[in-house]
């Protein structure tokens, strides 16, 4: 787990108007770390009063940054703390929560712009500013701030992960009555398709990692509707199968995923449906190195 906790300032440098502390922060961000919800408040009064952000433009950032970070909840111990620090340091209230909820994390850094670089406190917490040089005026550069974030929903990865989003509650909705998500309607086809495959190579074969196809594995398994066995060919690990109730409920989602399949091309016409189909799977092709799981289809 990451030991780096992240202040509003540095949530707020992801929309920074000079692209290269944009990046340097996103390059931060991408390793994890912790935050607290004083701190998202904090740039959440940023976003309003400096750049005039809608309040949908604020939910998104906050979804974004919810993604981003494990947040942390203060405890009775820590505000008292955070009131022993403002003492000690001569900070506000507010920058001493963020250092005290980062010592509740056990982190080793807190990333700021604002707190002093050189600040060290007991049990090995120092400040890191990655850009301690001065700053334009939040006000200055508001226009340019509310620029950044309008590119920030404008990023193919943004935009990609919220279709995704749009995708599993439309197939979520279509198949509730039977209790069925998109995850596990994929391994209950795979088993169809190749019924005895071991785990890893039913996660490879769905791109999955590990703790996710077993945890999935677990939950049809105790519905009744996957079932894994040894077999003599099958050393490695369990041989894993349909039941006749998987395989009932698998023909029974059919018709529901074909309709949410529909539902979710509808606002395109058939030659924007092909060509959203063809650039999706070429980006997926020539981008396949790069994925963290391995991806190895089921030979038709």
Known sequence: MSQDFFDHSMQLELLAPDEACAEQARRLVARGGFTCQATLNRAIQALRADMDCSWEEIDEFAALIAELFEVVTPDTGTYDNARLLARQHGLDL????????????????????HLPADLRLEGGLSVNNPQPRKRPAAGRSGDTRRKRITNLYARPGFLLRRAHQISVAIFESACADIELTPAQFSVLTALYARPGYDQTSLARALGMDKVTISHLLRGLEARGLVLRAATEQSRRGLAISLTDAGSAL???AEPRVERAYRQLLAPLGRSQQKQLLGLLHTLNTRLEPLARTTFKPIPE
Request: proline share 0%.
């Open 250 to 252: 698998r023909d029974q």
């Open 94 to 113: 507010d920058d001493a929560l963020a250092l005290a909820c980062a010592q509740q994390a056990g982190c080793a850094r807190l990333h700021s712009l």
